[in-house]
T-cell receptor
Framework: GQNIDQPTEMTATEGAIVQINCTYQ??????LFWYQQHAGEAPTFLSY??LDGLEEKGRFSSFLSRSKGYSYLLLKELQMKDSASYLC??????????WGAGTKLIIKP | ETGVTQTPRHLVMGMTNKKSLKCEQH?????MYWYKQSAKKPLELMFV???????ENNSVPSRFSPECPNSSHLFLHLHTLQPEDSALYLC?????????????FGPGTRLTVT
């Protein structure tokens, strides 16, 4: 079966750095997405990785290792507004998105 | 504003009612999706339409019936629902299906079945 694993919940301090991991087992691979979802709101796109390596976008970076079936989202200089759920999703060989259950990130002052 | 709107935002219905959820996208996309989101569970893909044609129906009970009259509009018709159908229903769109395009989500309809 197809599976995406990510931690259920993480806590970090304002101004710090946090890394949210995602591991996957899917039928084929056509890219990995990270989305942010604030409570009561729609998920919004953060990043897309299809090749191995690190993609940096401001305070957020996303890393992919296809051989290990592994990705992480790195958030730097954490702000209170970063409190949200972070969803990892993989596009399989049929271009269907397989979603993880999300990681709820709690930022403390 | 994500360019995808959904109405209503909240819906309470009895198990014998019939209601419809509406989604509209203003992004010129060709693929539209219905998802169910329950607490602490992955997003569940329900239906996919690509160029107005239904391409996927992921074993969704027949009490959920989708309709896609054109590439900009998507409906989800509900009838004889069960309490376990209470969830957030999200609509999304993307440029098309068949490539790894990002999806744009609407704000969702919070459905409660009593």
């Amino acid at each position: 079966g197809q599976n995406i694993d990510q931690p259920t919940e993480m806590t970090a301090t304002e101004g710090a750095i946090v890394q949210i991991n995602c591991t996957y087992q899917t039928s084929g691979f056509n890219g990995l997405f990270w989305y942010q979802q604030h409570a009561g709101e729609a998920p919004t796109f953060l990043s897309y990785n299809v090749l191995d390596g690190l993609e940096e976008k401001g305070r957020f970076s996303s890393f992919l290792s296809r051989s290990k079936g592994y990705s992480y989202l790195l958030l730097k200089e954490l702000q209170m507004k970063d409190s949200a759920s972070y969803l990892c999703a993989v596009t399989d060989s049929n271009y269907q998105l397989i979603w993880g259950a999300g990681t709820k990130l709690i930022i403390k002052p | 504003e994500t360019g995808v709107t959904q109405t209503p935002r909240h819906l309470v219905m009895g198990m014998t009612n019939k209601k419809s959820l509406k989604c509209e996208q203003h992004l010129g996309h060709n693929a539209m999706y219905w998802y169910k989101q329950s607490a602490k569970k992955p997003l569940e893909l329900m239906f996919v339409y690509n160029f107005k044609e239904q391409t996927e129906n992921n074993s969704v009970p027949s009490r959920f019936s989708p309709e896609c009259p054109n590439s900009s509009h998507l409906f989800l018709h509900l009838h004889t629902l069960q309490p376990e159908d209470s969830a957030l229903y999200l609509c999304a769109s993307s440029q098309s299906k068949g490539e790894a395009y990002e999806q744009y989500f609407g704000p969702g309809t919070r459905l409660t079945v009593t």
